[in-house]
């Protein structure tokens, strides 16, 4: 892979501008575009506004992963890997602050939580990933206490996380009380399983969706009804629906007090969640392009001079999204950042039709509560999985077979030595920058153990 580093000589406006990362967990692109069953007048006027990227691809099936590649720059695995972010790794929100941001993150999801280090760089940082525990004081209790009454306090809550209108009301505070220019980023859950029927917040839909979530990603998928299926798929669509009503009330309200005049907008999935196109549910599977393409919408102040209302075609990737927004805003970067970074600026793209650098799209990830590795790498025709727990490889055509259903590894024999090639390069890399960094023990604490459990981790 050839690293690229911000491009600093593009054209900026005068003031700095804002941005504003918004990031949904779990939205598949053809929940946005590509299905009409979804109605999502709101994200569609933003892509009338601003540039869609139909070819975005993650580097991560899960969001541990994938947010640490779109925060620091770098793949998945290096330094260390995913699950901590060791003390040396610059982060995007650092290099912002280097460059005269206020930042700030406002987010429920315990995977990007300060226990795992995802707080540097940050003025601000609302994680809210506690059931209950008012200002720390409850953390003094014996663990057995603390665990149970968080679960007691996860049972009366509604949602296993904060929902997008109360989300969306503390990042719109944040903003009216931050000088700019400022970077604010958010990672909405509201997409993520056990899906509830919209905005629907009763016990009954929510312990139903619980046990219906807890059957299909975690226990039991090959045993989901054709009935349950749909049940699934229905209310996804409608948390789909909810978000995208949800985020045109935010945007509205930060339209009509000028607050997006200078703002880039980035509105992505973080990843994709499968309803058993490869015999699973949820995002605990292979990279396969269900769990890796996801909608990418960037919309520029009008003062930026790039043409928008348009849609790129060229396959990009998720890590490559703040280095643009880095470079629009005439940051520079430090060195450390630059020597680690592999993401790179679109800005040539958009601007001039300037292919990115790489020809392969990397998406990995280390199975939680194991040490076995997962890889996809994906170029415009070809797909390679690596299944590192069961030490299996795929290969798929994607021009002549799309939805990957049919593995011809066997057939071209040339392809795979040359993935494998790459292959044993991310090894390499991995062990390389991985020497000498050491990583915590994660204790995690019993109420964010409750939080995981909610959201269907085992």
């Known amino acids: 892979m050839t690293e690229s580093p ?3 000589d593009q054209d900026t406006p005068g003031d700095s501008p804002n941005v504003l990362f918004l990031v949904v967990d779990s939205l598949r692109y053809d929940a946005v575009f590509g299905d009409d069953a979804f109605e999502t007048p709101n994200l569609d006027a933003l892509a009338d506004d601003g540039i869609v990227f139909s070819n975005c691809f993650s580097q991560g099936i899960s969001t541990a992963p994938a947010m640490t590649a779109m925060l620091t720059g770098r793949y998945p695995l290096e330094y260390g890997g995913h699950w901590y972010l060791e003390d040396t790794q610059p982060t995007f929100a650092e290099e912002f602050k280097n460059n005269g941001y206020t930042t700030g993150a406002i987010h429920s999801n315990p995977n990007v939580s300060r226990l795992r280090n995802f707080h540097r760089g940050f003025d601000t940082f609302e994680e809210n990933i506690l059931p209950y525990d008012p200002d720390g004081v409850l953390e003094a209790l014996p663990d057995d206490v603390l665990r149970y009454l968080n679960k007691f306090v996860r049972i009366l809550s509604r949602t296993p996380y904060l929902p997008a209108s109360t989300i969306d009301a503390q990042l719109a505070d944040w903003i009216a009380e931050t000088a700019e220019p400022w970077f604010l980023w958010t990672q909405y859950m509201d997409v993520h399983g056990p899906y509830l029927p919209g905005d629907d917040f009763t016990y009954r839909n929510k312990f139903r969706a619980e046990q ?22 229905r209310n996804y669509r409608l948390e789909v629906e909810y978000l995208d009503a ?5 945007l509205g309200e930060l339209d009509r007090n000028g607050d997006l005049e200078n703002t880039t907008v980035a509105i992505v999935g973080d990843h994709g969640d499968e309803f058993y196109e490869h015999d699973d549910y949820g995002h605990s599977n292979l990279p396969y392009d269900v769990l890796t393409h996801v909608p990418l919408i960037i919309r520029f102040p009008e003062m930026a001079g790039i043409s928008q209302g348009r849609t790129v075609d060229e396959s990009v990737r998720c890590v490559d999204i703040l280095p643009t927004a880095l470079d629009f805003a005439g940051a520079t970067l430090s060195e450390e950042m630059r020597r680690r970074m592999v993401g790179e600026s679109l800005l040539p793209l958009i601007r001039d039709g300037e292919s990115p650098s790489f020809d392969v799209i990397v998406t990995e990830k280390e199975m939680r509560g194991d040490d076995a590795l997962r890889f996809g790498f994906r170029t415009d025709r070809w797909k390679f999985l690596f299944d590192g727990k069961e030490k299996e490889r795929y290969l798929y055509d994607l021009e002549t077979d799309p939805d990957e259903t049919r593995d011809v590894s066997e057939d071209h024999p040339d392809v795979m030595e040359r993935f494998q090639q790459v292959l044993d390069e991310r090894f390499e890399k991995i062990e390389r920058t991985s020497e000498n960094v050491e990583i915590p023990e994660l204790d995690e604490s019993s109420g964010v153990e409750e939080r995981l459990k909610a959201l269907g981790y085992k």
């Open 6 to 8: 911000v491009d600093n």
């Open 212 to 233: 219906l979530w807890r059957k299909a990603a975690v226990n039991s998928p090959h045993e989901v009804t054709e009935a349950e299926h749909e049940e699934l798929w």
């Open 246 to 250: 949800e985020l045109g009330r935010f």
